[in-house]
């Protein structure tokens, strides 16, 4: 009989329904020790908060964080809300004895998420922030082939995050489902909401970033504010383009835009090594394009492997081969990693420690951005 761990989940928008769809699925596809319950949710409004409990099946809903933290009976605080509130609920829930799983990114800013990573390493608690790019299994597969050394010595990390929502200058900033064209509640632009993915994702296949060199733009300057009315200054990043090193000695180039039209989410990385290149595309997220030099020359050439065979990463726990799995199922398996995790007495990554070195590297893009030169993270 499994052990019940009591989730109170707080926001209930994009990241809401698509932790509780993980919830409710882990365990019909994970043997595990623990069971998420979905115990409570909050969010501020209790017609809608009401709503989502019923039709997602929380026991029970609040409208006030802190009441949520507060009770007994919740074992892990799920942070899905904009990121000027991770700081605040993140401390809170930790200083209660709460695990605490964090949407990305971290923080607002790297002090902030020194504060976050002191917190839980004083409270002892499980911490864990959802990079959920990591789980989808042809990314997990590329970290596979490359701590196997089948690349041999990397020379280039390429990465782009592409978007065309906010061309129109007629769209507002701010508030519901519009807040991430507001620096108070998102931090930054596409620097954090999107380039942070690509950051997690490289600095986990590549190792750590040692300087960059960027440029950032904001297309439309200024925009009328979905909550005051007023026309504000728009002050987040719609665009921005980096170069850095990596510590082991090879060069990255990552891109992204809210810009692009045509592009909804294309999240596509490529690396190229010594003896191989992989690549991979969000838009078809089940495949790895693979090439090895060391193939025979007659049938040399880039290779789709189709990542859906029960020996590639988390596949054997689904359907059968040749069956591809989507974007939900890598909430799914972050759930299951953070359960056996906590079975084993272990840390889940990326906790929120790991998941700084992200926060570092945003915010010395956004700081080159400024000052036009190249800064090193230390
Ligand atoms: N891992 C990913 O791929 C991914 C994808 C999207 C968003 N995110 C992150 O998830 C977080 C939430 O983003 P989203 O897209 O779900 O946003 P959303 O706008 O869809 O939902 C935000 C939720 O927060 C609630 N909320 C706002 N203020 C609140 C308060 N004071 N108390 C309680 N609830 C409050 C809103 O009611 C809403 O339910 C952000 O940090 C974002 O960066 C991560």
């Known amino acids: 009989m499994s052990k019940p761990l009591n989730i109170g989940m707080i926001g209930y928008g994009f990241m809401g329904r698509a932790h509780s769809n ?11 020790e623990y069971r998420p319950v979905l115990k409570a949710c909050c969010a501020r409004s209790e017609d809608k908060i009401k709503e989502f409990a019923a039709k997602w099946g929380y026991e029970s809903y609040e409208t006030d964080w802190r009441r949520l933290i507060k009770r007994d009976d919740i074992d892990a605080v799920d942070i899905c809300v904009p990121n000027n509130l991770h700081r605040e609920i993140a401390i809170a829930a930790a200083e209660a004895g709460k695990m605490v799983l964090c949407e990305k990114p971290l923080a607002m800013d790297t002090a902030q998420g020194e504060e976050m990573v002191q917190a839980v390493e004083e409270a002892g608690v499980a911490n864990m922030v959802w990079y959920n790019y990591r789980r989808v299994p042809a990314v997990t597969l590329s970290k596979q082939l490359l701590d196997e050394g089948r690349l041999g010595r990397v020379f280039h990390y390429r990465a782009q995050f592409l978007q065309d929502w906010t061309i129109s200058a007629d769209l507002p900033q701010g508030g519901t489902a519009l807040w991430r064209l507001d620096a108070k509640a998102a931090g930054s632009g596409v620097t954090g909401d999107l380039l942070a993915h690509c950051i997690d994702t490289a600095l986990w296949l590549n190792g750590p970033i040692t300087s960059v060199c960027a440029m950032t733009e904001t ?17 987040i990043d719609d665009a921005c383009a980096f170069l850095c090193r990596f510590a082991n000695g090879s060069l990255g180039l990552f891109e992204s835009t809210r810009y692009a039209r045509g592009h909804k989410a294309l999240y596509t990385y490529e690396v190229n090594g010594e003896h191989a290149s992989l690549r991979w595309d969000l838009h078809d997220l089940h495949r790895l ?6 193939d025979d020359s007659l049938v040399r050439g880039w290779r789709s492997v189709h990542v859906s065979d029960s020996d590639q ?3 054997g726990h689904w359907w059968v081969p040749g069956l591809q799995i989507g974007y939900e199922h890598t909430f799914v398996h972050q759930v299951a990693d953070f359960l056996d995790a906590l079975a084993k ?8 420690r790991t998941a700084l070195e992200t ?10 951005a400024r000052e036009g030169s190249w800064v090193s993270i230390g």
Not at 289 to 294: A, T
Not at 345 to 352: A, D, K, L, N, R
Request: hydrophobic share 35%; charged share 20%; net charge positive.
């Open 22 to 32: 993980a919830y409710l699925k882990v365990p019909h596809f994970f043997d595990l």
């Open 219 to 235: 297309f439309v300057k200024q925009r009328k504010h979905q909550l005051t009315g007023q026309v504000e200054p728009v002050q």
């Open 289 to 294: 394009q693979y090439f090895d030099h060391r």
């Open 313 to 315: 990463p988390y596949m």
């Open 345 to 352: 007495g272990q840390p889940c990554e990326p906790t929120f």
């Open 359 to 368: 926060q570092k590297v945003c915010d010395a893009v956004l700081q080159s």
